[in-house]
């Protein structure tokens, strides 16, 4: 079976990265080992169908050295004023500060950050550090802002009020806060890159949009993006997107897109179809990106599953680059 995942007929995808990619899919679907994907209809991105299962990245490895999760938060913000939130840094065992470390930071980062549900970041940073597949990374989990008393406990329950303003609101105003506020906060503990290509954002649904928006507005600070099932609907504006970055130069970005064909449809737009035109878009602007397209819901199932290699396209080249 002949599997494409290539952004573009014609045109290979990243070589080894997108044979990694295609080998994590296939140990995760019996269905893809025994039939061939199907197309969507709009563009060369072959449906990847489920059931989605972790591989062994995404579980502790016995002698595999573990990092540290430590909880913080923040009581007040400029950018966004009144709101609180929770949020957790992960250091690598590896770090020992004698240079700066790069930097992944995620939205929504309660559902990052733990050794369970989906995406067990924490443990897949372990793992892929140790056998140099991305590089010595701090992770930053922050929670959305919330206007509300802060909850003792992390999650959606209460909902953060102010996580829709934060993370679909399509301006500079997100990025500000983590680059003159929150990470400034971090690096009075651990020492950070400045080294753009070595600094990373990953969100999920109206995150995904958020982490694609902190890149787009400051690729001076942030040149790696992951987006799952990525809200790049109309909530706060977040259709404009695509026009915005099909008419504007390209900017020095790696983006992976993944999204599910079940997506959401409802008057705010249709999920996959903006995903989808989104990734068209950065094939006809010649990104360096990939796009996964499964057979997911709005949920991290896929995304979580695919997690570790996802991460291994994402730093591929990381060696080469200068703290």
Same mark, same amino acid.
């Given at each position: 079976?002949?599997?494409?995942?290539?952004?573009?007929?014609?045109?290979?995808?990243?070589?080894?990265?997108?044979?990694?990619?295609?080998?994590?899919?296939?140990?995760?679907?019996?269905?893809?080992?025994?039939?061939?994907?199907?197309? /969507?209809?709009?563009?060369?991105?072959?449906?990847?169908?489920?059931? &989605?299962?972790?591989?062994?990245? /995404?579980?502790?490895?016995?002698?595999?050295?573990?990092?540290?999760?430590?909880?913080?938060?923040?009581?007040?913000?400029?950018?966004?004023?009144?709101?609180?939130?929770?949020?957790?840094?992960?250091?690598?065992?590896?770090? =020992? @500060?004698?240079?700066?470390?790069? !930097?992944?930071?995620?939205?929504?980062?309660?559902?990052?950050? @733990?050794?369970?549900?989906?995406?067990?970041?924490?443990?897949?940073?372990?793992?892929?550090?140790?056998?140099?597949?991305?590089?010595?990374?701090?992770?930053?989990?922050?929670?959305?802002?919330?206007?509300?008393? !802060?909850?003792?406990?992390?999650?959606?329950?209460?909902?953060?009020?102010?996580? /829709?303003?934060?993370?679909?609101?399509? /301006?500079?105003?997100?990025?500000?806060?983590?680059?003159?506020?929150? !990470?400034?906060?971090?690096?009075?503990?651990?020492?950070?890159?400045?080294?753009?290509?070595?600094?990373?954002?990953?969100?999920?649904?109206?995150?995904?949009?958020?982490?694609?928006?902190?890149?787009?507005?400051?690729?001076?600070?942030?040149?790696?993006?992951?987006?799952?099932?990525?809200?790049?609907?109309?909530?706060?504006?977040?259709?404009?997107?695509?026009?915005?970055?099909?008419?504007?130069?390209?900017?020095? !970005?790696?983006?992976?897109?993944?999204?599910?064909?079940?997506?959401? =449809?409802?008057?705010?737009?249709?999920?996959?179809?903006?995903?989808?035109?989104?990734?068209?878009?950065?094939?006809?602007?010649?990104? =360096? &990106?990939?796009?996964?397209?499964?057979? @997911?819901?709005?949920?991290?199932?896929?995304?979580?599953?695919?997690?570790?290699?996802?991460?291994?396209?994402?730093?591929?080249?990381?060696?080469?680059?200068?703290?």
């Amino acid at each position: 079976m002949n599997l494409v995942i290539s952004p573009a007929e014609g045109r290979p995808a990243s070589g080894l990265w997108a044979a990694a990619l295609v080998c994590a899919f296939a140990l995760h679907s019996v269905a893809l080992a025994q039939d061939a994907p199907t197309r /969507s209809g709009f563009g060369p991105y072959p449906i990847i169908p489920g059931p &989605y299962e972790h591989g062994p990245d /995404s579980s502790p490895i016995e002698g595999v050295p573990r990092g540290t999760v430590t909880e913080h938060v923040m009581l007040d913000s400029q950018v966004f004023p009144g709101t609180r939130r929770h949020f957790s840094v992960y250091v690598p065992a590896q770090y =020992d @500060g004698s240079r700066p470390a790069a !930097l992944m930071v995620f939205q929504d980062g309660h559902a990052y950050a @733990g050794p369970g549900g989906d995406y067990r970041a924490a443990t897949v940073f372990d793992n892929l550090i140790h056998r140099g597949e991305m590089p010595v990374t701090v992770g930053v989990f922050v929670d959305p802002g919330t206007r509300d008393e !802060l909850a003792e406990k992390r999650g959606w329950n209460p909902r953060p009020t102010n996580r /829709s303003v934060e993370y679909d609101t399509v /301006s500079d105003d997100y990025a500000k806060f983590l680059i003159e506020e929150l !990470l400034p906060i971090v690096a009075k503990e651990v020492k950070l890159t400045d080294n753009p290509e070595l600094r990373a954002i990953c969100g999920m649904s109206s995150g995904g949009i958020c982490a694609f928006s902190v890149a787009w507005h400051r690729p001076d600070s942030f040149r790696k993006v992951v987006s799952q099932i990525g809200s790049f609907v109309d909530i706060r504006g977040g259709h404009v997107v695509s026009p915005l970055v099909r008419k504007a130069e390209p900017k020095p !970005l790696r983006v992976f897109l993944q999204e599910g064909a079940n997506d959401l =449809d409802n008057r705010h737009g249709n999920w996959p179809l903006a995903n989808l035109t989104l990734a068209n878009t950065l094939d006809y602007k010649g990104y =360096d &990106y990939q796009f996964v397209y499964g057979d @997911g819901e709005h949920n991290g199932f896929h995304g979580g599953t695919i997690f570790p290699a996802t991460l291994r396209w994402l730093w591929q080249d990381w060696a080469e680059q200068q703290p």
